[in-house]
C-alpha cells in the first residue's frame, strides 16, 4: 500500500542565524555514539537524514568512512559545502529514507536523529525495513521518534492517520508530516531488530519568543 502523504524535507534555505547555529552543533547523543561505535571497530557510518551536516561532519573528523544522505537538495548542497573546507571525502547523495540510497548491507552504524517521524504510519513501517535492509548483520542504527506525550500531537493540525499530523505552522517544517509513537508502537515497529535501549526524553527551547517543550524517544537498535 502506498504512502497517505509525500516525503518532503525541511526547509533549509529559510534556516539562518542563531537557529541555524543551533543545527550545525552535533546533538549530545552523538559523541557517546562516537565513542560506542569506534570500540565496536565500527567505520561504515550513515548520516540518515544529515541535514547541515552536524553529525557528518563529526563522525568523518574523528576517522568513519562516512556517508550521508538527506531529501533536501539545500541541505546537502550545504553539507558537502561544510566537507569541502574541512577537507573530508564524504560520500553524500540526495535521496529518500523510504529509498535509502546505499546497497544492502553496506552500514555498520547509522544515525537518525529528528528524522524517521518525518512520514507517516505507513512510511515508518517502510523505513524500519530499508534500516534493516542497508545496515551489516551486527549493525547498530540510533534514532528518535516524536512521542504522543509532546506539545504536537496535542494541536489541531491535519490528521494524515492515527499517529501522524501534518505540523500546520510556518516555519521550514511547515506542513511536512510528523509521526507520533507510544513504547507499544515502538516495539512493534521495530520487532524484526534487537531493542537495546529505549528512553523518554524531554527538552526544552525557546524560538520566537515562544517555549517550547517536546518529548522525543531515544530508540538503540541492532540488526540480528
Not at 509525500?6 to 547523543?29: H, L, M
Not at 520566537?208 to 531515544?218: I, M, N, P, T, V
Amino acid at each position: 500500500m502506498a504512502n497517505t502523504v509525500e516525503s518532503k524535507g525541511w526547509d533549509w534555505k529559510i534556516v539562518s542565524g542563531k537557529f541555524e547555529e543551533f543545527w550545525k552543533n552535533p546533538a549530545v547523543e552523538s559523541f557517546y555514539l562516537l565513542q560506542r561505535w569506534k570500540n565496536q571497530g565500527k567505520q561504515k557510518f550513515l548520516d540518515m537524514g544529515c541535514g547541515l551536516g552536524r553529525h557528518t561532519i563529526l563522525f568523518a573528523s574523528n576517522g568513519f568512512d562516512v556517508s550521508a544522505f538527506d531529501i533536501s537538495e539545500n541541505a546537502i548542497e550545504k553539507t558537502s559545502a561544510w566537507a569541502k573546507d574541512m577537507g573530508l571525502n564524504i560520500d553524500i547523495k540526495t535521496g529518500d529514507m523510504l529509498n535509502i540510497p546505499f546497497k544492502d548491507e553496506s552500514m555498520d552504524c547509522i544515525l537518525c536523529i529528528n528524522v524517521i517521524s518525518h512520514t507517516d504510519t505507513k512510511g515508518t513501517y517502510k523505513t524500519a525495513e530499508e534500516l534493516k535492509r542497508v545496515l551489516k548483520s551486527g549493525g547498530e542504527c540510533y534514532l528518535t521518534l516524536c512521542s504522543k506525550e509532546t506539545w504536537g500531537y496535542k494541536q489541531n493540525w491535519p490528521v494524515v492517520d492515527e499517529n501522524t499530523k501534518l505540523r500546520d505552522e510556518q516555519g521550514p517544517e511547515y506542513m511536512i508530516p510528523h509521526f507520533y509513537a507510544d513504547y507499544d508502537l515502538i516495539f512493534e515497529i521495530f520487532k524484526d531488530f534487537d531493542i537495546i535501549d529505549v528512553k523518554h526524553v524531554g527538552t526544552y527551547h525557546e524560538q520566537d519568543g515562544k517555549r517550547y517543550e517536546s518529548y522525543h524517544w531515544h530508540v538503540l537498535i541492532r540488526k540480528k
